[in-house]
């Protein structure tokens, strides 16, 4: 395709000046048109039902909006540098994975860290009183945590396409932390019966915790169609890891101790996220 | 758009595409449909043609350089590229496309102000300036004076008189409600009109 698409000869794409046009602010929803058809002023006198401001916009706006940015030759040199990141992008699983659709993204990210979970189950085993656990209560838990999970990967893929989320995003990643520690100064809700009640607390819930969020986190960070940018994204997955990691610790430890359960289960996130500030912080900073 | 429909870039559709020998007869809407669908490459080279120009502009008004455009327009198309498959169906193109452009000026926004915090240099840090190619002194001035507006309202204005877009549809990009996009507007052509002194005319 020559250049002759560029919008500094509109009529060319077959967008005659036709009244279709939006030639000047309307509330009303704009024909499904290109948008390079340009408004021709003259053709549209001044109404008097228009808000005084548009007398402005008619004059020294409308000379702005009629300017050409861009000339055949600089669409052209943008195009070839376009074509690298995009046509001509390297083929790659990372590619694969980070240009699913949005939902798909997430989807695999949590069932990656419920697997990931599972893994980490295995190698640490059960809780050993977990029969004489209530199910309808670690049911909602884990169903609970699930879809804060889901709600944390869901903020940190999000994707460029989608409006922002504003100060949502942060709250997420609040209740992410947040959450498990409620959870964790409430020991009654996951206490073991008397027979249980002596198992004596070690630093390998924090190990396993830490390893666990860590590769939940760097999953979801897999399908990010971004390198590091933000905050929120960063932070974001370093909570939905920590909150798998939290899941993952109760079902395996069947500690009732608080401070064991506020440390080693609960503070596995803070610690995620504190770690994540720092390395996303001194990237961006470098990178600034 | 389900992403079995994904296909690679470059390669060609069951249907060869005649983007290139009628591109006047083709939608925005067609035209991303079919890169999705076989990643018909001249399908996206035409949508570039048709919003690279208007992108750049918008960048370029936004308080940028021409470099500074040019980069974000080349950032934009790469996240219309990723996202192809978020792409729905029988959805409008082009509040699509603008929703990127917009996030991706705002990450930008955002990295230039941590690049000011961390600059030694106190002189470094500037007023915005305004292109020097500006065509007219009208030009300058206006940039000026748009420059001078809040980033809320500059957004808007740029998005509805210069893009022309509806209110319903920047209310969608930007997450806000149409009243509050509509005030935004209404006081931002009002700073406009009183920094460029279109006051009698609109008394009249």
């Known amino acids: 395709m020559s250049a002759s698409g560029n919008r500094s000869s509109g009529t060319d794409i077959g967008a005659p000046e036709d009244g279709l046009t939006p030639t000047r602010p309307s509330s009303d929803a704009m024909p499904n048109t290109s948008p390079f058809q340009r408004a021709s002023l003259a053709q549209h006198p001044r109404d008097p039902r228009e808000p005084p401001y548009y007398s402005l916009a008619r004059e020294p706006l409308s000379a702005l909006r009629e300017r050409d940015d861009l000339d055949p030759s600089e669409v052209d040199a943008l195009w070839k540098k376009v074509v690298p990141d995009t046509l001509k992008a390297p083929p790659g699983l990372r590619s694969k994975l980070r240009e699913l659709p949005t939902a798909t993204r997430v989807a695999l990210s949590v069932a990656g860290a419920f697997v990931v979970a599972v893994i980490a189950l295995v190698i640490g085993g059960m809780r050993v009183d977990m029969g004489t656990q209530t199910i309808m209560r670690y ?21 460029h396409h989608q409006k922002p989320l504003g100060p949502v995003g942060m709250v997420v990643v609040g209740l992410s932390v947040l959450v ?48 590091v940018n933000g905050w929120v994204r960063a932070l974001s997955a370093a909570g939905g890891g920590g909150l798998v990691a ?22 596995v996130g803070l610690f995620l996220v504190l770690v994540t500030t720092i390395v996303v912080g001194v990237r961006l900073r470098r990178r600034a | 758009m389900a992403s079995s429909q994904l296909a690679t870039p470059g390669a060609k559709g069951p249907e060869p595409l005649a983007v290139s020998d009628d591109p006047v007869e083709v939608t925005d ?43 974000l327009v080349q950032k934009t198309f790469m996240h219309v590229h990723r996202a192809r498959a ?35 240099n106190v002189d470094d840090v500037r007023e915005p300036s ?75």
Not at chain 2, 139 to 164: C, K, N, P
């Open chain 2, 29 to 71: 809407e067609e035209l991303m449909e079919r890169y999705v669908r076989s990643g018909d490459a001249q399908a996206f080279e035409a949508l570039f043609r048709r919003y690279a120009g208007r992108l750049h502009g918008l960048f370029l008004r936004s308080n940028g350089t021409r470099d500074l455009a040019s980069d």
């Open chain 1, 246 to 267: 939290f899941a993952m610790l109760q079902l395996h430890c069947p500690a009732h101790d608080a401070t064991h359960l506020l440390v080693g289960h609960a503070g």
């Open chain 2, 86 to 120: 978020d792409f729905q169906q029988g959805r409008p193109f082009r509040p699509w496309i603008y929703t990127i452009a917009l996030n991706v000026r705002r990450e930008e926004g955002r990295k230039r102000a941590r690049s000011r915090e961390v600059a030694v």
């Open chain 1, 180 to 227: 498990p520690v409620l959870l964790a100064v409430m020991p009654w809700l996951w206490a073991p019966p008397a027979e249980f009640a002596d198992i004596p607390v070690s630093h390998f819930c924090g190990h396993l915790g830490i390893s666990t969020g860590l590769i939940a986190g760097g999953i979801a960070w897999l399908f990010q169609r971004s390198e």
């Open chain 1, 139 to 159: 049911t909602v838990a884990m169903l609970g945590i699930l879809v804060l999970t889901g709600a944390t990967f869901a903020v940190s893929l999000r994707g």
């Open chain 2, 130 to 204: 305004v292109e020097p190619d500006a065509k007219s002194a009208t030009d300058r001035l206006v940039q000026r004076a748009l420059t001078q507006l809040s980033d809320g309202q500059r957004e808007v204005i740029l998005l509805h008189w210069y893009e022309g877009l509806s209110f319903p549809e920047i209310a969608e990009m930007l997450g806000a409600t149409v009243s509050a996009v509509k005030v935004r507007a209404h006081r931002g052509y009002g700073e406009l009109r009183r920094m460029l002194g279109g006051d009698e005319e609109g008394k009249a």
